[in-house]
């Protein structure tokens, strides 16, 4: 293989890895009944909300980053990441 093809599949990796590493719960479908419930308990402190992402985020983030510059600076310069990372840094991905 030539070394974008293994530039690319190294990036892969690691956004795989980074999702997988970062991930919280799965979505999950609730009644109005259920949702009912889970509000009174919220609301008499049974529940507590959930504070940030994971701990190790901020460092898979920060490797994500470093290695995408590092295989491909110039679209990284250029913005074609830009949208990407923008959402990954607000959590959306």
């Known amino acids: 293989m030539n070394s974008s093809v293994d530039d690319l599949r190294r990036f892969l990796d690691l ?28 609301r008499r402190g049974e529940i507590k909300p959930a504070v940030g992402r994971p701990d190790n985020r901020s460092a898979h983030l920060k490797q994500l ?5 590092e295989i491909d600076r110039p679209a990284v310069k250029a913005g074609w990441w830009s949208l990407v990372l923008e959402q990954v840094d607000d959590g959306i991905l």
């Open 65 to 69: 980053k470093k290695t995408l510059r």
């Open 15 to 42: 956004f795989g890895a980074f999702f997988a590493a970062t991930a919280g719960p799965p979505p999950v479908t609730y009644t109005a009944e259920q949702m009912a419930e889970k509000l009174a308990a919220f």
